[in-house]
């Protein structure tokens, strides 16, 4: 073990079977693979335990996927450190072509002893019982989107168009109602399809009822509530944020929280030559994108509408404040963008992230229960 007693251990995780390796500590510690080991508790626990009677300190990593965060709370419930990676920021050698699981872990044992992994942040079981729902719920919203386009598209290869203005609506319901056809397979199919959409519809009704029921209980409803200050930040937008992004307290600033949303331009300078590209749209997709469509409210005057009004009852003045303040702000960068000539949906990205921003500083004045 030389003159250091720690060691930092890798998982490469797997549905079946963990690959670990262990480097200990010191540049010039040993780096070795240690084998495989079932995925289940009570291998992991004896595998932690008999390299915790070797080493006094463990530092434990593994790439975050599909396995989620077990492994990461049961280390953790063991006394050691454990950080879960972030695969799209491992450094990786342009010129290797052979992956297997042995070599993954000792890779990550190696690159963790000499502190290039980066972590990314992990929920409670609560938080992340919560965040499974909302992600339940806007599946379950993209399943019925389309479904309802799987129907209209097959009366339109059928020569039924609706004319009679947006669809969906209740005119355009009884429209759809009144289609038929003569043959019986095709009537079948109709028929099919308005079962399909009903029930997929009740099933995103069902989830909203759980999501509005669950959400008071749950720690982060304060900021949930702080967060429907903004203009466009919905019930459910609030949601989406709240249970994707957790904490805002844990970004030092707002070009992390901009960062992490994917929502600030790529970059490819040297020397005096700055070069900047399209947004990078890394990060959490599912924020981003409830935050962009919320921005698209913003396209019109600055104002206080009924709904926002019933919103902002009970908040805190700081709270208000900062929201009527982003209102104005982000109202007139619209009108303002949107006089230069740039297309909108170029604009509407500039109002998510300065609306990014603003939440982030609702965040520091509300902390979760």
């Not at 190696?110 to 719920?137: K, Y």
């Not at 919203?141 to 039924?160: I, M």
Request: net charge positive.
């Amino acid at each position: 073990m030389g003159e250091y007693n720690e060691a930092f251990v890798a998982f490469d995780v797997a549905k079946k079977k963990h690959a670990v390796a262990i480097a200990e500590g010191g540049r010039s510690g040993e780096v070795r693979f240690v084998g495989e080991v079932e995925n289940n508790p009570a291998t992991i626990e004896r595998t932690i335990k008999k390299l915790g009677k070797k080493y006094a300190r463990l530092h434990v990593c593994f790439e975050a996927g599909p396995t989620g965060y077990g492994l990461y709370r049961q280390v953790r419930d063991l006394g050691h450190d454990c950080m879960v990676v972030a695969p799209a920021l491992i450094p990786k050698r342009s010129g290797e072509r052979v992956k297997t699981n042995r070599r993954d872990a000792v890779t990550l044992a190696r690159l963790h002893r000499a502190g290039e992994l980066t972590g990314v942040w992990v929920p409670d079981v609560v938080h992340e019982a919560v965040r499974d729902l909302v992600r339940a719920r806007e599946a379950s919203a993209d399943d019925l989107r389309r479904k309802r386009q799987q129907r209209l598209s097959f009366l339109l290869r059928h020569g039924r168009i609706y004319e009679g203005g947006g669809h969906w609506t209740l005119a355009h319901r009884r429209w759809l109602a009144r289609q038929s056809f003569e043959h019986t397979a095709q009537q079948i199919v109709l028929q099919e399809k308005i079962d399909a959409i009903e029930d997929a519809a009740q099933r995103l009704r069902r989830l909203d009822e759980q999501l509005r029921a669950i959400v008071p209980t749950w720690s982060m409803a304060p900021l949930v509530e702080a967060y429907q200050a903004m203009r466009g930040a919905s019930f459910l937008v609030a949601v989406i944020f709240a249970a994707e992004i957790g904490d805002v307290r844990r970004f030092d600033s707002p070009p992390p929280l901009m960062a992490f949303l994917g929502l600030v331009p790529g970059e490819r300078s040297t020397g005096d030559t700055v070069r900047r590209s399209s947004l990078t749209l890394a990060g959490n997709r599912r924020a981003r994108r409830a935050l962009v469509e919320a921005a698209w409210t913003y396209r019109y005057s600055a104002r206080v509408s009924e709904a926002l009004r019933v919103r902002l009852e009970g908040l805190p003045k700081a709270v208000r404040d900062i929201a009527w303040k982003a209102q104005i702000r982000l109202c007139a960068r619209y009108r303002r963008l949107n006089a230069t000539g740039k297309k909108p949906p170029v604009v509407v990205a500039a109002i998510a992230r300065e609306m990014a921003a603003f939440l982030w500083a609702i965040g520091q004045e509300v902390a979760p229960s």
